[in-house]
Nanobody, 120 residues
Framework: QVQLAESGGGLQQAGGSLRLSCVAS????????MGWYRQTPGKQRELVAT???????NYAESVKGRFTISRDNAKNTVYLQMNSLKPEDTAVYYC??????????????WGQGTQVIVSS
C-alpha cells in the first residue's frame, strides 16, 4: 500500500500565503505524477495543479500566477505554494499520486485532505 500524508492547511487572510506538503510512503517503486485537487461542499473535486515526471506542470486557470507546484523526488514529496489567497480558494485540498508499486502495476491514490480557509 501507499500512503499520502498532507500538511500545511489552515486559516489565512485574503492576500496571504500558505504552503501545503504531501509525502508519499509505503510500497513506492516509482512515482509517476503528483498533484493537488480541491473540493468544496456540494461540488466535484477539481484539479488545482499536477506535476508529472518529465512533463509540464498543469494548473487550473483560477490559480495560475498565484499557486506553484513543486516536487522533491528524493523525498517523494509534492508542495503547493499558495500566494495571494482569495476566499474562493477555501476548500479541502487533496494530494494525489500515480504510483508504480511494481514494474507492471500502478495505482492512483489520494490523501485524506487538508482544510484551507481564507477569510476576507
Amino acid at each position: 500500500q501507499v500512503q499520502l500524508a498532507e500538511s500545511g492547511g489552515g486559516l489565512q487572510q485574503a492576500g496571504g500565503s500558505l504552503r501545503l506538503s504531501c509525502v508519499a510512503s509505503g510500497n513506492v517503486f516509482k512515482i509517476n505524477s503528483m498533484g493537488w485537487y480541491r473540493q468544496t461542499p456540494g461540488k466535484q473535486r477539481e484539479l488545482v495543479a499536477t506535476m508529472p515526471n518529465g512533463g509540464s506542470t498543469n494548473y487550473a486557470e483560477s490559480v495560475k500566477g498565484r499557486f506553484t507546484i513543486s516536487r522533491d523526488n528524493a523525498k517523494n514529496t509534492v508542495y503547493l505554494q499558495m500566494n495571494s489567497l482569495k476566499p474562493e480558494d477555501t476548500a479541502v485540498y487533496y494530494c494525489n499520486a500515480r504510483v508504480a508499486i511494481t514494474l507492471l502495476q500502478s495505482i492512483n491514490t489520494w490523501g485524506q485532505g487538508t482544510q484551507v480557509i481564507v477569510s476576507s
